[in-house]
């Protein structure tokens, strides 16, 4: 049984593969082709944070190939009400073809995936985004090609995002530098796992320097609202604006997940500047989630 539940638990070859086809569904839709190819299937969406583009895009993409999602939030599902995680794994995966899981912890993805007899997807848990980096990965491909062999600079929290980054970096082969105020670092089992293709810095102009691709992500994160005041003062050298994005190559693109708080750890001029690749990124959820899915329902 095939699951997405950390970007390098596919090959560079899987990964490239659903990229490529990601490319061709989205040229494909854009054309007015119909693709029924899910027809009759059913994905189960279970949340229990909340979500504007893994939503539409999950829901969007499962009709445009002909199949049906379930929107299940912990208040719609008996899970949020005290069953136990293994239960409902069985349950659900006995009635629908793949399920989607948008939740704090990670464990229960690990749960419903040794239970629930049916491709379990991460699209986020507290320990890393693998949806989001298929798309990232895609818009970077579209726009300049292989991104092997190049450098791209992640600026600000050692989040869920820059874990799955660093794991980008060990499977696509790429250089990757992290800029984190002191106490904000990745995860140090993280750290420990790709210490080879990763280089830490606390300062975010060094980590600029040279880049071909720079990211960042909000400064507090859902759940961490209560610390936006101290992480406001923690990170406030580590606002990508022009003047860091000069240090970065001439022709550096840039890349935010989204929701962005302008302002904060990204500037207008760069997010709605010519470097950016935001809204080609939050499209490309959409496409390179259907060729996910067809990855993982057509061939278990």
Known sequence: MKHFINLDELSNTDLNQIIDNAIALKKEHKSGQINKTLENKTLAMIFDKSS????????????QLGGHALFLSNRDIQIGRGEPTTD??????????????????????????????????????????????????????EHKGNIKGKTVAWI?????????????ASVFGFKLNIA???GYEPKQSFIDKYQDCITLHTDAKLACKGADLVVTDVWASMGQEQEQ?????????????????????????????????????????????????????????????????LYLISDN
């Not at 600000?156 to 980008?168: K, L, S």
Request: glycine fraction near 4%; proline fraction near 3%.
């Open 229 to 293: 005041a101290k992480r406001e003062l923690a990170f406030a050298d580590f606002q990508v604006d022009e003047t860091l994005m000069a240090n970065a190559n001439t022709n550096a693109s840039f890349m935010h997940c989204l929701p962005a708080h302008r302002g904060e750890e990204v500037s207008t001029d760069v997010i709605d500047g010519p470097q950016s690749l935001v809204w080609d990124e939050a499209e490309n959820r959409l496409h390179a989630q259907k060729a996910l899915l």
């Open 88 to 141: 409902t794994a069985i349950v659900i995966g006995s009635m629908v073809d793949a399920i989607m899981m948008r939740v704090s912890s990670h464990d229960d993805i690990i749960t419903f995936s040794k239970n629930a007899n049916v491709p379990i997807i991460n699209a986020l848990s507290d320990e890393s985004h693998p949806c989001q980096l298929l798309a990232d990965m895609m818009t970077y491909k």
């Open 156 to 168: 600000g929290d050692g989040n869920n995002m820059c874990h799955t980054y660093m794991q980008a």
């Open 52 to 63: 504007t583009r893994t939503r539409v895009s999950f829901e969007a993409g499962m009709a």
């Open 180 to 182: 984190t105020p002191i």
